[in-house]
């Protein structure tokens, strides 16, 4: 199931409530997911203070101007699926951080591909059937 991991400095509290639901809305949207799948989108914040990462050898504190990570882990990732994710996720994430498409240079997305096998939902990979256990 989709996992989204959001590396960024924190957001309020209703911003959280706005950008989960939106970009669950949008991921289901660009892997055409039924229902049932959409309900396993899982977005995780991970709030960082800009004085614990540099880039370029300056810590982000000095120069005001954070960068945003995202992590997506789904399994069996396509080229044409990371694209279209790529074609709803970016436009999306720059209008909830504020940035203009000049600063789309401080948004980097990384996929991970997850084989069916590395990762178990209650107990059971899936797709698995109950035989065996």
Do not use: V
Not at 93 to 119: K, T, V, W, Y
């Amino acid at each position: 199931m989709p996992y989204l991991k959001i590396y960024a400095p924190d957001f309020s509290f209703e911003q959280k409530k706005i950008m989960a639901a939106e970009l669950t809305d949008c991921i289901a949207l660009a892997l055409d997911l039924p229902e049932a799948e959409r309900d396993r989108i899982t977005i995780h914040f991970m709030p960082y203070r800009l004085e614990n990462m540099a880039i370029g050898g300056r810590l982000l504190s000095e120069t005001e101007e954070p960068d945003y990570h995202l992590e997506f882990y789904d399994a069996a990732l396509t080229q044409p699926k990371k694209e279209k994710l790529l074609r709803h996720l970016t436009p999306l994430m720059l209008e909830q951080l504020g940035l203009s498409p000049s600063g789309a240079g401080r948004l980097n997305i990384l996929f991970r591909a997850c084989q069916p096998d590395d990762l178990a939902i209650g107990g059971q990979f899936p797709g698995a059937s109950q035989e065996g256990i």
